[in-house]
């Protein structure tokens, strides 16, 4: 079951040098593809915190999470070898890829060692930060580094994207929001006048089954998602059924849909193509095709 794990480690020899990723960049821009990164932060960082311990709240030792989930050890966001080593990763990534946006992720990043932390306590100090009738403190002190990331990047020439708990806290401005459990999120961004991108993982994430017969498809994240389910997808369908509708202006923040082929259950390319297709068929048929010339006869005789 995909609560049992192998202790495997995932992608071995799967990371690339710097002049693997500029042939990457420019293969796809030769495609007329645009390749974004992600660089999650302050959450999903036990690689680099396992790797340089001191940039976690309690200075570790911590290990690289040998399953899946979410892990409550986080960078502190309290000392400044933080933000001076969020910069240098940012600097070589900027380096490395000439796109418009940079994605600084943002999401699944507990709390509760900030809480404890006398770093973290002191910047919330230093910054004025209260907890509020929304939001903690804590998350307050989250969109500071966001804010100080996307203003590091500003000064580069770049925009950021950062995932929906952005919303848990201020926007930083101009940053776009991706929206991954719910398309709700990307809703109340667009209302804020933000742009949004629907990645809502009911219809989007392709590393799940394609299958009900589970037994004859290779392991893969638990729930069950078939192609004409993610063709399905509607970017400005709200899950509250109370919800106004979008108005044209908040519509035009939509401004596209992305698919997640996150690899921990995947062995390599012909694996993850086999993930891809032909549901990534059906992405693109939401991405480009207008609604009213959808038309699922003709998509799936393809
Ligand atoms: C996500 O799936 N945590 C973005
Ligand atoms: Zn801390």
């Not at 070898?81 to 990534?93: G, Q």
């Not at 952005?166 to 719910?182: H, I, N, Y």
């Not at 259950?265 to 086999?274: D, P, Q, R, V």
Request: overall charge negative.
């Amino acid at each position: 079951t995909s609560k049992e794990y192998d202790g495997i480690p995932y992608g071995e020899g799967m990371w690339y040098t710097q002049e693997q990723i500029r042939d990457v960049v420019e293969y796809a821009m030769s495609k007329g593809i645009t390749v974004i990164p992600e660089i999650d932060l302050p959450g999903h960082m036990m690689g680099a915190i396992a790797t340089y311990p001191h940039l976690g709240c309690s200075g570790g030792p911590y290990e690289v999470l040998r399953r899946w989930g979410i892990s409550n050890d986080v960078l502190c966001a309290g000392k400044q070898e933080t933000y001076t080593f969020l910069e240098n990763v940012l600097e070589e990534v900027c380096g490395l890829f000439p796109a418009e946006y940079i994605h600084i992720g943002g999401d699944e990043c507990p709390k509760v060692r900030w809480e404890k932390c006398p770093h973290c306590q002191a910047k919330i100090a230093e910054l004025g930060l209260k907890d509020d009738e929304k939001h903690s403190a804590e998350h307050y002190l989250q969109s500071h580094i966001m804010r100080q990331m996307s203003e590091f990047l500003a000064g580069k020439g770049k925009k950021i994207i950062g995932w929906e708990e952005m919303l848990q806290g201020e926007l930083p401005e101009g940053s776009t929001v991706m929206a991954w459990r719910k398309n709700k999120y990307a809703h109340q961004a667009a209302r804020l006048g933000h742009d949004a991108i629907i990645s809502t993982r009911t219809f989007l994430y392709l590393d799940r089954y394609q299958s009900e017969d589970k037994e004859k498809e290779p392991l893969a994240h638990s729930s069950y998602l078939p192609v004409d389910m993610v063709w399905s997808c509607d970017p400005y369908l709200s899950e509250d059924k109370d919800a106004e509708q979008l108005t044209e202006k908040e519509k035009s923040h939509i401004i596209g849909v992305q698919s997640n082929i996150w690899t921990e259950y995947i062995s390599g390319n012909t694996h993850l193509e086999y993930m891809a297709n032909p549901r990534m068929a059906a992405v693109a048929e939401v991405q480009w095709c207008q609604p009213e010339n959808k038309d699922w006869e003709r998509f799936s005789k393809g």
